[in-house]
């Protein structure tokens, strides 16, 4: 048999219910595949998810995409969630300052004009930087435009070496690369590989003049990355099974070739053609065989980086703005959660807001009563709002392990999609996509392992656009 007849009598077992695990289950299953999809948690969504903390429906964190992450937003539109997202019609981010009492607004926003003139006119105007460091900084662009991605070497150096090198100093990397490089990569500029650096700037901000529009969701993650994608997942004929835990994996021979047993914490076993381990690095690595992928036992070296949240609700509005970044502040990124968390009908008049703060390691394991101490003032001193209000609620939630470490040899670290093992897969935003541990690198990953998984088995693999974004 061929084609999808033959993909009908294969099996396959994803382990992990997160973007790249509902990603290779749905690609799978539309290449004929009977595939069962196994999570942990009761919920999926993986990192990106929505708890209830009262009459609140609280995102774990601010998960923000771009235009140019082309392939969650297939996911999105594959879930039939399209309309539960936002991108901004132009890339318009505000940066906030508070010196000697003085608050200074800045933006960072592009015209309707190519790259790199879409940021030109912000520049010029932008008040967090001298006339100097705007030179600077349009020096240091240019460069990076000239990089080639492909070149390896990359990976060795630091980011914050490279711009060093570059005529950059301390004023440009905090009102600008930091900015942007500590969000979407989880790392200072000093601690981050020039190469993970490079294909976030270039591809954001000097590919194409929309590709940083950002995008939110407009309704909490766990309607669209557990609801909606529950749902496609039953439409699809994928068997979801939640606090399900794989404990063990073994190879075994069988008729016609080999066949892998997932043995859960339960007892139960499946027997699958394929095997997607599309969890956590630390997930993946103690389930695959011994000698499955080069480098195994150097896995543990990619190491992982946290992120904080901070969430505050406050008995008045705050904050008129949807979001802001801040300068010269512990404060990095400040988003309204009021609407997406049903505080406007629980509490009108009230706000909720959330801070995203990212790279700190040397907070993440604060009391909250310390947090707490650290943060409100900076807000009231950011918002003069916020100084005469009341707060409702405070709380942080953390996820110590968020995204792997970018630190310079990451690209070494981080394993392709096929093992040696046929027929066994690895997924995950850890893995070999070339881009930093975003929902975009999780997404690429398991159209990655399943198209892989595809061409082993000889079935049909949808075709790609070229994109990244999902097949029509």
């Known amino acids: 048999m061929t084609g999808r007849v033959a993909a009908q009598s294969r099996t396959a077992v994803v382990v992990g219910g997160g973007l790249a695990g509902l990603t290779a289950a749905l690609r799978l299953a539309e290449a004929g595949l009977r595939v069962t999809l196994l999570e942990t948690r009761p919920r999926l969504g993986g990192l990106a998810f929505s708890f209830r903390r009262g009459e609140l429906t609280v995102d774990n964190g601010q998960h923000v995409f771009l235009r140019c992450c082309t392939a969650y937003r297939g996911l999105i539109e594959r879930l039939g969630a399209g309309a539960q997202v936002a991108i901004q019609p132009r890339l318009d981010v505000p940066v906030l300052s508070v010196a000697d009492g003085r608050h200074r607004l800045g933006r960072l926003r592009r015209a309707a004009l190519p790259v790199p003139l879409h940021l030109a006119a912000s520049l010029a105007t932008y008040p967090h930087l001298s006339a100097l460091g705007r030179l600077r900084v349009v020096r240091g662009a240019l460069a990076l435009q000239r990089l080639d991605l492909a070149d390896p070497a990359l990976d060795a150096i630091s980011f914050g070496d490279w711009l060093r090198a570059h005529g950059q100093n301390a004023e440009t990397i905090e009102a600008l690369w930091d900015l942007v490089g500590i969000a979407t990569l989880n790392a200072r500029a000093d601690q981050v590989s020039l190469a993970l650096a490079a294909m976030v700037f270039k591809t954001g901000l000097l590919s194409d003049p929309g590709a940083s529009d950002i995008g939110i969701a407009a309704v909490p993650l766990g309607a669209v990355h557990h609801d909606a994608a529950l749902a496609e997942l039953a439409r699809a004929d994928v068997k979801v099974l939640l606090r399900a835990k794989a404990v063990e994996l073994k190879t075994i021979s069988a008729e016609g070739g080999q066949q892998h047993v ?101 907070e993440i394991e604060l009391p909250v009563a310390e947090l707490r101490a650290r943060y409100l003032p900076e807000l009231e001193r950011l918002l003069p709002a916020a100084r005469g209000a009341e707060v409702l609620d405070f709380f942080v939630t953390r996820e110590r392990t968020a995204t792997f470490d970018p630190a310079p040899g990451t690209a070494a670290l981080r394993p392709q ?56």
């Open 417 to 472: 999609a096929r093992t040696k093992v046929p027929g066994l897969l690895l997924a995950g935003s850890w893995t070999a996509t070339g881009w930093p541990a975003t929902m975009e690198s999780a997404v690429r990953s398991g159209h990655a392992a399943a198209d892989a998984a595809l061409a082993q088995t000889g079935a049909r693999v949808p075709v790609d656009r070229g994109d990244g974004r999902w097949p029509r």
């Open 262 to 362: 997932v043995r859960l914490e339960s007892g139960e076993l499946l027997t699958a053609d394929v095997v997607v381990l599309a969890g956590a690095q630390d997930a993946a690595a103690a389930l695959l065989p011994a000698d499955a992928i080069d480098g195994q036992a150097r896995l543990a070296e990619l190491g992982t980086a946290p992120i904080l949240n901070v969430h505050v609700v406050y008995d008045r509005q705050v904050l008129r703005r949807p979001f802001f970044a801040a300068l010269g502040s512990p404060v990095q990124w400040v988003f309204d959660r009021t609407a997406h968390s049903g505080l406007a009908d629980s509490r009108p008049g009230a706000q909720y807001l959330a801070l995203s703060q990212s790279a700190v390691q040397d």
